[in-house]
């Protein structure tokens, strides 16, 4: 169904503006790259993390399985030398590129086709709801963490708290 297509594409548009907002918000650099808790991750982390889930799933869609071989998954939980704001951004941007690619070649037919993620069968449908799923939820966590570090400075990204009535 095109407006299927429409609508994912819409949502992942979405979802990259969103997390790319959150990040300019972050001021000073050193943050993106803070780790609260032992056990949790940083927005570079998340970032890289969904940059290499985003190119791995999409990259071939249709034709070989999204966990490519080439990925390594552990070492986008690892903060690597040199990393910048840049060098994350373009890691987000090479991320990003080959969902929209597939995407915009996808056709209603395609939907019911199968494809292979980790060997499990799952239709294309079923595929580009995981993958949306995972995404929300990974932006969602950079959103949160930008807003801490952004503290009293965090412009919000949605409707302001008291201000539906005038938003509508």
Known sequence: MQAFLEDVTRQYRSHKQLGEKAIAQVGND????????????SIAMIVKHLAGNLRSWWTDFLGTDGDKPDRNRDLEFEHEAGETRASLLARWALGWRPVFNTLEKLT???LSRTVHIRSEPLLVVQAINRNLTHTAYHVGQVVLLAKHFAGDGWRTLSVPRNRRPQHN
């Open 30 to 41: 050193a943050d993106l790259f803070v780790v609260l808790g032992a056990e949790d991750n």
């Open 108 to 110: 209603p037919d395609d």
